[in-house]
């Protein structure tokens, strides 16, 4: 009877460590609503936890708002686009390098009828310009971003103080891509998309690209490991390994391969070291 109990207790306890240990092959990953919202995540994390057994549990916000999450310790890994935030990220302390990781552009978006004719362009700062002027309907995220940070550089590119040139032609979302775009597509409003959440948008109604290719709509991604010496719940090894994995030949290919409807949504640039 005593050794039947033991062996139950020990079943038990053996049971209680192995789901542990389970638990613990998890990380968190802070990460700008791009990379959920345009699928890659959806493509990339099942690869990746095949390979590696490693569950990736990620926190979808804009830029800054992940750069926080991260600041305050509750996540491994942080996932984001806004290269001067992330810079700062990593000079206060919070992260232990900055990895390159893909890059794709951003579009200026807006209805077929372009009442401020902006069209066709290929000059990001004449648009702006033009829409100032025309007090064409313009929908921005205001969330601190890295699109919104982007798109804050860019009116300060044109020369235009948008905090003085708001009015009600301006409206500030607060929202993630998906929902500003949904608040667009209603208003029949410009914005300013990645691409890639543009392209696995469905609710387009009448709004098309309109200004692409200027080489001030560059967006580049990058990749930190949470400071375990600031933050000692941060999860060292496994984050690193996901990092590791998302620069290496594997997850590069990995990325290259996701596409809409043909069309590539990240080009993989890790090589790059001034990226």
Known sequence: ???????????????????????????????????????????LLPIFERQTGIKVHVVALGTGQALDVARRGDADVVFVHARP???????????????????????????????????????????????????????????????????????????????????????DTGQGMGP????AASMDAYILSDRGTWLAFRNRRDLTILVEGDKRLFNQYGVMLVNPVMHPSVKKALGQQFIDWIISPAGQKAIAEYTINGEQLFYPNAGDSNA
């Open 1 to 43: 009877m005593v050794a039947a109990r033991r062996i139950f207790l020990g079943a038990v306890l053996a049971l209680f460590v192995s789901t542990l240990q389970g638990q613990e092959r998890f990380i968190t990953v802070a990460s700008t609503t791009s990379t959920e919202q345009s699928g890659l995540f959806d493509h």
């Open 85 to 171: 935030a992330e810079e700062q990220f990593l000079a206060d302390g919070h992260g232990v390098r900055r990895y390159p990781v893909m890059y794709n552009d951003f579009v200026l978006i807006g209805p077929k009828s372009d009442p401020a004719q902006i069209g066709g362009g290929k000059d990001i700062v004449v648009a702006l310009k033009k829409l100032q002027a025309a007090r064409a309907p313009f929908v921005s995220r205001g969330d601190r971003s890295g699109t919104h940070m982007a798109e804050l550089a860019l009116w300060h590119a044109a020369g235009i103080d948008i905090d003085k040139a708001r009015g009600a032609w301006y409206r």
């Open 180 to 183: 500003a775009l949904n608040t």
